[in-house]
């Protein structure tokens, strides 16, 4: 990669923050580490994209703790646009849980789209309150196509986000392993299908970014596929829980985006989640040298 070369558009990934009431609690803490980091080291940054699970039950106490941690780092940080997770609306009832994180997030219902500098960002959530899984309706899955479709001439990159990953695609998403989640999953597959310019990021597996399949290719055949990991706890291909906290800054090029993997517990480079999707034509996607 050209040093000299500065990308046209940055941003940050981050998910499964799951803060909870409890100021001094690990994943609340985990969560103002990673916005520390992204003060110190996103400048220029475009947004910060959340991919759900903002709490850990949905509860009111939760979403205020949120807002005075976000408040704390607020004036040295990019506006951050949230995604719908299930702990968020599928632990209660769903209009009222729905209710409160439009309230304390500022978005506008389970689903929603932004261009931001020039590029495409679109989050699809649950209009269920499913513990586990999302639902999307008939008609979601037909906006999602129409904006889809709007871009589809262009040779640039459209940013999907969806806290659940579909089934046997990134990591923790195999169907043994129970954490894929996405109930019009074949659906939803047959879209992007048709636009393969699209990178897909989702969170809920919380695996940690060093296993091999953190990206499934899509090889010009279906969307690009990237597992987010999560702020608040990290999880292992031995199906354990381990402490850590992590997540992606993103850069955009002119002939491609370039995703890498942080950790914000010790303010390093995950050196085995770097990644490079080259556009147009979005035919190659190959893991980068530590840069």
């Excluded at 985990?30 to 520390?36: K, M, R, V, Y």
């Excluded at 709007?150 to 806290?163: R, T, Y």
Aim: glycine share 8%; with cysteine; charged share 20%.
């Amino acid at each position: 990669m050209n040093s000299e070369e500065q990308p046209l558009v940055t941003f940050q990934i981050i998910t499964d923050t799951h803060v909870t009431a409890d100021p001094e609690h690990e994943y609340n803490l985990n969560f103002e580490l990673a916005l520390q980091d992204i003060a110190d080291h996103g400048e220029g940054s475009s947004g910060i994209m959340h991919i759900g699970d903002v709490t850990d039950h949905g509860f009111p106490e939760e979403y205020e703790e949120m807002v005075r941690i976000v408040n704390k780092y607020k004036a040295k940080l990019p506006d951050i646009t949230f995604t719908l997770g299930n702990h968020d609306v599928g632990l209660g009832h769903w209009e009222s849980r729905l209710a409160l994180y439009e309230a304390e997030t500022g978005m506008t219902g389970p689903y929603h789209d932004h261009w931001i500098d020039g590029y495409h960002f679109i989050f699809l959530g649950t209009e269920q309150g499913l513990r586990t899984f999302c639902n999307l309706s008939i008609e979601q899955l037909q906006w999602l196509e129409h904006k889809l479709e709007e871009q589809s001439a262009a040779d640039k990159p459209v940013f999907l986000f969806l806290h659940q990953p579909l089934k046997d695609t990134v990591a923790g998403s195999l169907e043994s392993q129970g954490w894929y989640g996405v109930t019009q999953d074949e659906e939803l597959k047959s879209i992007l299908a048709k636009y393969p310019q699209t990178l897909l990021f989702t969170g809920h597996t919380h695996w940690e970014l060093e296993v091999d399949n953190t990206m499934f290719p899509g090889q010009g055949e279906t969307a690009t596929m990237f597992n987010s990991a999560s702020v608040a706890y990290l999880w292992t291909n031995e199906d354990e829980a381990k402490i850590g906290s992590q997540g992606y800054y993103v850069e955009v090029y002119s002939n491609k985006v370039v995703v890498r993997g942080r950790d914000f517990k010790t303010g390093t480079w995950v050196e085995s989640a770097e990644y490079e999707i080259s556009f147009p034509g979005v035919e190659e996607s190959r893991g980068l040298p530590t840069v």
